[in-house]
Nanobody
Framework: EVQLVESGGGLVQAGGSLRLSCAAS????????IGWFRQAPGKEREGVSC????????YYADSVKGRFTISRVNAKNSVYLQMNSLKPEDTAVYYC????????????????WGQGTQVTVSS
């Protein structure tokens, strides 16, 4: 059974940091691109950051460049999203997802999804 389980969300003040984790199982982790997405109430799901292990290519949305860092530990089948200098507009449910291709920030291209973890940034 394919599973992606996110953790690490919570409530933080503006300017603070959080580190999200995504633990994967049930598929060949090395063969998949992993992406982090977020969805705020009333808004569409948007791609935040993605990583392609075959060549190390990463993608960051303009809104998070310089503040968020994606990393991956294949030996642990885990992906992390370090989020620094958080802003209230970063408040959303954050999801990790896996794709056998490279759809980058397009949610429709991802095959598997986690259940999400809530991140709330207070002003």
């Amino acid at each position: 059974e394919v599973q992606l389980v996110e953790s690490g969300g919570g409530l933080v003040q503006a300017g603070g940091s959080l580190r999200l984790s995504c633990a994967a199982s049930g598929f060949t982790f090395d063969d998949y691109a992993i992406g982090w997405f977020r969805q705020a109430p009333g808004k569409e799901r948007e791609g935040v950051s993605c990583f392609r292990s075959s060549d190390g290519i990463t993608y960051y949305a303009d809104s998070v460049k310089g503040r968020f860092t994606i990393s991956r530990v294949n030996a642990k089948n885990s992906v992390y999203l370090q989020m620094n200098s958080l802003k209230p507009e970063d408040t959303a449910v954050y999801y990790c997802a896996a794709s056998s291709s490279w759809p980058q920030s397009q949610p429709k291209g991802y095959d598997y999804w986690g259940q999400g973890t809530q991140v709330t940034v207070s002003s």
